[in-house]
């Protein structure tokens, strides 16, 4: 009877030789609070919105801006982030993040007035958007086998949907609960000690990935993809509150421009671009 001997991989005897990543699970620990986090207080201020402005006042309008300051500068730093962690390394660039992200955590729950509020609430977005892009890649990094990749992922899903969830109910019981009368802050101070665990945790687990510093972060990349943003997200909650002027109709399609204008421009420095250029297509 004629057998046929299956002759292993390279790449097959590389995997099963190569021991996993020791603390991978506490990796995904500290990526899962990461994204609990940001999704939370995406969304987390919104419910706080009418005992802050009982306590330090400001209009409907200035209202909206301690969730949209937050998102807008997450958007516009998002792409940046990203390239930051490929230039200095992701663990670098996660830890100084993370760390960003609870020191303006602190900041916003101590602010002692809404323009403050509103400043440490867009620190708060940048330092955000400089954490939330290199997940994926450790999850690649400290999960090279297929299958155990993918049961790590399971539970990434729902630990950034569920949050989205839960932030109005727990903004709302931590405002009642006014624990040591601090009222609305609560809903911001709550970071600090999850911020420092996550830190504590991510120290010791999370790898060191390769640095690529041959590159370089495309700084006019950065200003049109940024100005777009701005110019689009800007009118759309300002516009009602300003009485729809007539700037607000010239800034939308500048913002539109300002896209195509990001578009030419990553196609035509492939080298540095924000985005592969093939996703451009």
């Given at each position: ?43 987390i ?9 009982h306590d330090?006042?400001g ?7 301690i ?5 807008l ?6 792409i ?13 660039v ?8 609870t020191l ?26 400089l ?19 993918d049961?790590?992922m ?10 989205l ?9 931590l ?7 601090v ?5 911001f ?7 420092v665990?996550?830190l504590?945790?991510a120290?010791?687990a ?6 690529r ?10 200003w ?19 009485g729809?002027?007539?700037w ?11 896209l ?20 451009l297509?």
């Amino acid at each position: 009877m004629n057998t046929t001997a299956i002759t292993p991989s390279s790449t097959d005897i590389s995997r099963s030789s190569a021991p996993p990543y020791r603390l991978r699970w506490v990796a995904l620990i500290v990526v899962m609070t990461a994204n609990v986090m940001d999704a939370m207080d995406a969304t987390i201020a919104t419910i706080a919105s009418p005992s802050v402005r009982h306590d330090l006042g400001g209009s409907a309008s200035t209202l909206q801006w301690i969730s949209a300051g937050y998102t807008l500068a997450f958007a516009v730093l998002l792409i940046a982030g990203a390239r930051l962690g490929d230039i200095f390394g992701r663990r670098r660039v996660f830890l100084y993040g993370l760390a960003g992200f609870t020191l303006f955590s602190a900041v916003c729950a101590a602010a002692p007035s809404m323009p403050m509020l509103i400043a440490s609430r867009a620190l708060q977005g940048g330092f955000g958007a400089l954490m939330i892009p290199q997940g994926f890649g450790f999850l690649k990094q400290v999960f090279p086998d297929p299958d155990e990749f993918d049961r790590a992922m399971g539970f990434v899903g729902p630990a950034t949907g569920v949050p989205l969830l839960a932030a109005p109910i727990l903004a709302g019981a931590l405002i009642d609960a006014n624990l040591w009368h601090v009222g609305w802050r609560l809903v911001f101070l709550i970071n600090v000690p999850v911020g420092v665990l996550a830190l504590a945790l991510a120290l010791p687990a999370l790898p060191d990935s390769a640095k690529r510093e041959h590159l370089k972060l495309d700084i006019a990349g950065v200003w049109l993809i940024g100005l777009a943003l701005v110019a689009i997200i800007y009118p759309l909650i300002q516009a009602r509150a300003d009485g729809w002027p007539i700037w607000i109709f010239t800034l939308l399609p500048s913002g539109v421009l300002l896209l195509f204008a990001f578009l030419h421009h990553e196609r035509s420095h492939r080298s540095n671009a924000l985005i592969e250029p093939s996703l451009l297509g």
